[in-house]
């Protein structure tokens, strides 16, 4: 018997995980074996609550039977072609999206920082093709604290100094201006503005919510200068908020929506920019492209997601237990807990206290609860949108205990 196997099955999973695997994630030390709906089973057999439901990608919660048939029957069929030949799957999914968004066009890829950098590089061209920018003088204004992904490019224009040690060089053309602040972005426009790349709420911030009119007054400012305004809605879209999107709540359509996490079911990786023609008409063949973006499998599996939030049922879910869940966090008896910012099923706990919010996170694991920190002081909580109100008012208990 080797010391491995004198272990717990947790212990020896995550020794075994952590002799090969890079540590560029610090998890929480539980081994998850079984998912269903908002309850997840350890290797050990603990079930927990999800309120974390992959930093929104399971909106639809651990294994959807809808999803799940979707996925098994286009396993059944076709996986793979690349985007040399055409697929059925995806104008299903193309079409249905670019409907749900009131849009015009898309273009699949499969992570959200590829989607992103889709959308950098087609408002670029836009910018050169169209607005007429002298070449390589476009830029890009972005608002500070945000959270687009981790490339490169990304993080070239990140505040976070995490995601920036030791990456260097970085790309340049963006303008960093503060979150929430309308004279700060209008200040910003130049003739070689192209665009305003923008999180409706940001979410790896600790969800944070701009003032009231905050989207509509970006969207009239774009206008007027001729900038496109590009909504990051990878982790506030998709019903979360209670709406379908996050700039639905100020009745804005921008001109660029980038979409993933949840686009996939939490089930295969799935991302989308959804545009005006306009704007994606300069990308020709060849100029951009991804060999698994828009694949059959991803396709059938994003066209169901949006079949789903075309019905209406996860928004209108996320609307109405949102107060419910909202209010309990605020009314909880505990004394580190200064502030409960949200929207729909969506919530950063501000913590102040005795406890960092990683030392909360393992309280909530010792309550059967699994949740994640952001810097340091934030607590995030994103149930699944199908969580159930006995299962939303267990969930606030199990919080409850673990500050209190």
């Known amino acids: 018997m080797t010391a491995i196997d004198a272990l717990s099955p947790t212990a ?14 610090a998890p929480l030390p539980v081994v998850l074996r ?38 098994k029957a286009q396993l ?3 996986t793979l072609t690349s985007r040399a030949f055409h697929a059925e799957p995806l104008a299903r999914f193309t079409e249905g999206l670019a409907e749900l968004a009131g849009l015009d066009v898309v273009l699949p890829m499969n992570t959200g920082a590829e989607a992103v ?14 607005k007429g920018v002298a070449p390589d003088r476009a830029r ?15 993080v070239s224009f990140s ?34 503005t192209v665009a305003f790349l923008v999180e409706p709420i940001q979410g790896e911030g600790g969800v944070i919510i701009p003032p009231e009119g905050y989207l509509a007054g970006a969207a009239a400012i774009c206008r007027e200068h001729g900038v496109l305004l590009i909504a990051d809605e990878i982790q506030s879209g998709l019903g979360r908020t209670g709406e379908t999107f996050a700039c639905d709540h100020e009745g804005v359509t921008p001109d660029v929506l980038v979409l993933g996490k ?3 079911g939490g089930i295969v990786p799935v991302s989308a920019v959804v545009a005006r023609e306009e704007v994606m008409a300069p990308i020709t063949p060849g100029s951009h492209g991804s060999t698994f973006g828009g694949n059959p499998f991803a396709a059938a599996v994003g066209a169901e997601v949006v079949a789903m939030l075309a019905e209406g049922e996860p928004q209108a879910r996320a609307r109405e237990l949102g107060p419910t869940f909202l209010e309990g966090l605020r009314a909880l008896d505990a004394p580190d807990v200064v502030e409960v910012r949200g929207r729909g099923l969506w919530a950063g706990v501000e913590i102040a206290g005795a406890r960092t919010g990683k030392e909360c996170c393992y309280a909530l ?40």
């Open 12 to 25: 020896q999973a995550i020794a075994r995980a952590e002799a090969h695997g890079v540590r560029n994630y």
């Open 117 to 130: 950098e889709t959308a950098i590089k087609a408002s670029r061209r836009w910018g050169y093709d169209v």
């Open 140 to 154: 890009i204004i972005v608002a500070d604290g945000n959270f687009h992904g981790r490339t490169t490019t990304i």
């Open 262 to 264: 949840a686009l996939g």
């Open 34 to 71: 079984h998912g269903e709906g908002v309850w997840v089973t350890d290797v050990e057999g603990r079930r927990y609550l999800d309120l974390l439901a992959a930093y929104s990608a399971l909106n639809f919660g651990h294994r959807h039977p809808r999803l799940v048939a979707a996925a």
């Open 159 to 192: 505040t976070d100094a995490d995601a920036r040690r030791g990456f260097g060089p970085f790309t340049p053309g963006f303008d960093v201006v503060p979150f929430g602040d309308l004279d700060a972005l209008e200040a910003a426009i130049t003739e070689d």
């Open 76 to 78: 059944d069929t076709l």
């Open 365 to 404: 694991l010792e309550q059967g609860v699994l949740a994640k920190e952001t810097h340091e002081t934030t607590l995030r909580f994103a149930p699944p949108l199908i969580i159930s109100d006995p299962e939303l008012d267990e969930a606030l208990a199990r919080v409850g205990r673990a500050l209190a």
